[in-house]
Every structure is written in C-alpha cells, then in structure tokens.
T-cell receptor, first 114, second 116 residues
Framework: AQSVTQPDIHITVSEGASLELRCNYSYGATPYLFWYVQSPGQGLQLLLKYFSGDTLVQGIKGFEAEFKRSQSSFNLRKPSVHWSDAAEYFCAVGAGQAGTALIFGKGTTLSVSS | GAVVSQHPSWVICKSGTSVKIECRSLDFQATTMFWYRQFPKQSLMLMATSNEGSKATYEQGVEKDKFLINHASLTLSTLTVTSAHPEDSSFYIC????????????FGPGTRLTVT
C-alpha cells in the first residue's frame, strides 16, 4: 500500500538559516510527488510537484525538492528561511488512476526563530 | 489562480443533528472534487472522491450513509454529516481538480465541525 512518512514532527530553524524537510514514500510505480504548505485559516497551497524528468524541481517561495528514487525520498529544501515560512508542511503522493487520489504524510510543523 | 471556497468555515451542532458543508470552485469547473478529514496535528485522510453527476466513491472505512456527498454541478459539492456525534468533530477539507491532471488540485480553506 502507498504511504508517506515525514519523520520530523516539528522543526525549528533560525531566520536566514537553511531548511530541509524530509519525506519518504512507499509506492510501487513511479510516483507523483507533491509538497503542500498549510497556514492557519488558509487552504493547502501547492509548493511544488514532481511527475517525471529532472529530479530537482523548483517551486514557489524559493523552495525546491529533489526526487531520489534509490532512497524513496522527496526532501524539501530552502536555502534561507523567512519568518513567514512558519507553517505546516505536507508531503503527498498521488495514487490511483492518474495520481488523482492524494496520500498525505502526517506533516511537519516549521517554526522560525529570530 | 483557481479558488475553492468552503462554507461554513466553522460550525457547531448538537449531537444527532445533520450539518451540510459546501465546497465551491469559484472560477473554474471541477468534474472531480475530493473530501478530506484532518484531525488535530495529523494528516489529511481522504474520505471520498466526488464526480459530477455520479455517486461518490468512498474510501475504505468511511460510512457513506453518515457522510453524504452530492456533486450536483461542476462548481459545487456538498458533504452532509448525518446524525452527527462528538466523534465526528473534525476539520473537513475539500479540493477540486481542474482537468484531469493530479497536480491541478486546489484546496478549500476547510470547515471546522464541532459536535456537542
């Protein structure tokens, strides 16, 4: 069965420091992979996605992620974190036909310290 | 960009009553909408897939008679929680899919349901 694991429940980084959020997936075929951010009172916003091709994908707000098939990972990175990046981050894998059903990880809460 | 709204954003109801939650795609037509449930500090769990004009497909373990889903138009899907109980209290989130590509799935802001 498909699954997504986000090993870190809560991460705190200093403003301006780099960030890496981990995501591991379990899926039989080539996965569709996503990172979403959820802020209080707002809907989930898509940061970036991977379907195929270049394994390093660029997203919005300065985020990027790298797909590593050998490690079944899709880690999210940002070189310099801003206080406004504090939020809940979810990794998801698209399952089912055309990857339409999303299976989410449990999320990582990012806190940014000044 | 594509916008999805949910109404209400917060609702309190008494045990045994029913409550309806609306999900609307405001500026696009969505043949497929999804309903998720999110417990505090936990992941989103897919409840059902709603296709316009047809019956919803429920995930295993989701009671279709308790969570009634209607996708009557290309811009509106509703979730009705029937005979609500305190354990139904949760955060319900919908998403709408633009076209057939998984990446074009847009999420509503969610509805907080509290059953007393």
């Amino acid at each position: 069965a498909q699954s997504v694991t986000q090993p870190d429940i809560h991460i705190t980084v200093s403003e301006g420091a780099s960030l890496e959020l981990r995501c591991n997936y379990s899926y039989g075929a080539t996965p569709y992979l996503f990172w979403y951010v959820q802020s209080p009172g707002q809907g989930l916003q898509l940061l970036l996605k991977y379907f195929s091709g270049d394994t390093l994908v660029q997203g919005i707000k300065g985020f990027e992620a790298e797909f590593k098939r050998s490690q079944s990972s899709f880690n999210l990175r940002k070189p310099s974190v801003h206080w406004s990046d504090a939020a809940e981050y979810f990794c998801a894998v698209g399952a089912g036909q055309a990857g339409t059903a999303l299976i989410f990880g449990k999320g990582t809460t990012l806190s940014v310290s000044s | 960009g594509a916008v999805v709204s949910q109404h209400p954003s917060w609702v309190i109801c008494k045990s045994g009553t029913s409550v309806k939650i609306e999900c609307r795609s405001l500026d696009f037509q969505a043949t497929t909408m999804f309903w998720y449930r999110q417990f505090p500090k936990q992941s989103l769990m897919l409840m059902a897939t709603s296709n316009e004009g047809s019956k919803a497909t429920y995930e295993q373990g989701v009671e279709k008679d308790k969570f009634l889903i209607n996708h009557a138009s290309l811009t509106l899907s509703t979730l009705t929680v029937t005979s609500a109980h305190p354990e139904d209290s949760s955060f319900y989130i919908c998403s709408a899919m633009l076209g057939g590509a998984a990446y074009e799935q847009y999420f509503g802001p969610g509805t907080r349901l509290t059953v007393t």
